[in-house]
């Protein structure tokens, strides 16, 4: 099952890249993210970063500021592995691993749960990440995925 699941979200990843991204691009999906989360009475966090500056944030109602702490801590999951936070929680529950020391990462930095999408150009690499907070991580990585493959197929 679970490495259904990891190929699953693998392919995911592999399937959900982008012509390009942008600060508008950016705008955009963080809007129809805040539509999908309210539509669904989600209390979260939704931030798309780069490495360097936050495109797009939002804290809707009932989130907490820990939200906005797990949300840069999945962040910096993806910007380290290149991978969804949801793929590395995936494959380190199998092997029996978690984010700390073993893998030279503080835990007070990175959190290997789900909740952050590489955003990938395609020829490009990954640019930035998406990240929802405030679910449990396959809800968090799911509305991303919903709401990213919408974007993908309209981007063509």
Do not use: C
Not at 53 to 62: E, I, K
Not at 72 to 89: C, D, G, L, T
Not at 114 to 137: D, E, K, N, Q
């Amino acid at each position: 099952m679970a490495n259904e699941l990891e190929d699953e979200v693998a392919g995911q990843e592999k399937k959900l890249v982008l012509a390009r991204f942008d600060e508008t691009d950016a705008w955009d999906l963080g809007q129809r993210l805040v539509d999908r989360a309210l539509a669904l009475d989600a209390p979260v966090v939704i931030d798309i970063r780069t490495p360097s500056r936050t495109l797009f944030h939002a804290a809707l109602p009932g989130s907490a500021p820990d939200n906005d702490m797990w949300a840069r801590r999945k962040s910096n999951v993806v910007f380290h592995f290149h991978r969804s936070s949801y793929a590395i929680e995936l494959e380190h529950r199998r092997k029996g691993r978690t984010i700390g020391p073993e893998l030279g990462l503080n835990l007070t930095d990175y959190a290997d749960h789900g909740g952050s999408f590489p955003v990938r150009i395609r020829h490009v690499g990954v640019v930035a990440a998406i990240t929802v907070s405030g679910l449990a991580s396959k809800d968090d990585h799911g509305l991303i995925v919903d709401v990213l493959t919408a974007f993908v197929k309209e981007q063509g």
